[in-house]
């Protein structure tokens, strides 16, 4: 869906809105506004004893948008760490979503000095093989207890015995948005209910889809659900279209895994339980009953449905797993092929993960993550409750929610690639949501099976490709 492609781009953009900045930027509060630079962030007892010394180092960050503030936005902790506590600071280079591969590429030839660039999917291994990043190996002690929690992710994307992502946060998991007013109005248990009790998995959520669909008056079209989900499927079961032992790619998509999270794509799609239509927050007519996304779209949901009593869980567990693994993206940065500046890129990479982790730092982040934002005219447009921002917060506990990562998302446009007709898509792009939208993508098979055997192929001759690279 086009749709799609523009949110995953705004995704890249927004990685980490929840954690590091505020949903809104001002809030009614007896008589005065508040803005988020009402919200302090000391950084003078922060010490930088046995750190590199890179003061005056200028970091060159290329991207499509700035980690410095702009206008009237205050500096994120990480900026404010790095320049108060390191005295050095960021440089931004401007590209575009569309030119910023071709720009980097350019940029490390040419010998221009570029240090840093946006993690995304496709980072590793095929921007690795392509000679654009540099392993964080002899910059990052992993070892420090600075990186308990996100360890096991760094070990995950480790390639070829090298740590080229060392994610600071987990971001924008895919999540199920729901009214506990309809809940209530429909009699169906709260999924909130069922998470703490381990039952909200497929088979709750099935039932509960089934059951709001069938109690539709007659003339009235009722759906289950809507939104971008079919990824989230697939991974709750834990396992993987690519698989990585440390050495050597392998092709998974025959898995029994995959296949009951596929069947049960189709299940959704016979049953007319999925409305393919885009929604940009949650609907407010009443006709869904579930809204799969990344929570960015909360803020405005809760304020386009002040009355239906919005909540957030995770993706449903997959009834054969013991965990909640859960498609999530990553807080992370590239340090840039050639790049002299390692110490100061790695030395950002603690900043951002000092204020995911330092309390008085969460504090302040949750503060400004609950102010209002309210237009000229006095009107609140967006806003988080503290209910659903505590909640969101045990999601990024890897002892409650297993992230999940595919290298398959990681090797280039025939396994990845969000083109609008079936046989042009990348594989993970049809595996992750082809049955559910067969009416956007012109020659579309209606079962798992027939789709395996269509691509199978081509995974076997890209991982053959990479792992001829290694």
Known sequence: MKQIKRMLAMLSALTLAFSLTA???????EGRTKSEDDVAIATDNVSNTGDPDITGQEICWLAPYDLNPTGNADR??????????????????????????????????????????????????????????????????????????????????????????????????????????????????????????GEWNWNTFMDMM???????????????????????????????????????????????????????????????????????????????????????????????????????????????????????????????????????????????????????FKAAAKEKALIQSVNAQGKVTGYITEEQYDFMQTWYDPANIKPMFDFGYGMGTLMYNETYDYSTRGVMNNCADAILNQAQYEGTPDTWAEIRSQWSSVVDTVVAEYNAKN
């Not at 440089?91 to 569309?98: P, Q, V």
Request: charged share 25%; net charge negative; glycine share 8%.
């Open 23 to 29: 949903c809104g930027e001002t809030e009614q509060s």
């Open 76 to 197: 994120s902790v990480a900026v404010s760490l790095l320049e108060d506590v390191y005295g050095a600071h960021i440089k931004y280079i401007a590209t575009t979503s569309d030119s910023k591969f071709d720009d980097l590429a350019n940029l490390i030839n040419s010998g221009d000095q570029v240090d840093m660039f946006p993690y995304e999917w496709d980072a590793v291994p095929n921007g690795v093989t392509k000679g654009m990043y540099d392993p964080l190996d002899d910059y990052i002690d992993l070892s420090d207890p600075i990186w308990d929690g996100t360890r096991d992710i760094a070990e995950t994307f480790k390639y070829n015995g090298h740590y080229y992502v060392v994610p600071f946060a987990t971001s924008d998991p895919l999540a199920i948005t729901y009214s506990r007013e309809m809940i209530s109005e429909e009699g169906l248990k709260d999924p909130y209910t069922l998470y703490q009790k």
């Open 210 to 360: 089934k059951q709001f669909v069938n109690a539709a008056d007659g003339g009235e079209t009722r759906y289950g659900i809507c939104g971008w989900f079919g990824q989230a499927i697939t991974q709750s079961t834990g396992d993987t279209i690519v698989k990585y032992d440390g050495s050597k790619f392998s092709n998974n998509i025959m898995s029994a895994n995959i296949e009951r999270a596929e069947l049960l794509q189709e299940e959704i799609s016979k049953l007319g339980l999925y409305d393919p239509t885009w929604y940009g927050n949650f609907p407010t007519d009443g006709k869904i009953l579930f809204y799969g996304m990344a929570p960015w779209h909360l803020a405005d949901s809760n304020a386009k449905n002040p009355d239906a009593d919005l909540f957030v869980v995770p993706f449903p567990k997959d009834p054969e797993s013991k965990d909640y693994n859960l498609c999530m993206n990553y807080g992370a940065v590239m340090l840039v092929k050639n790049s002299k500046r390692g110490d100061a890129v790695a030395t950002y990479i603690k900043c951002a993960r000092l204020a995911e982790t330092d309390p008085k």
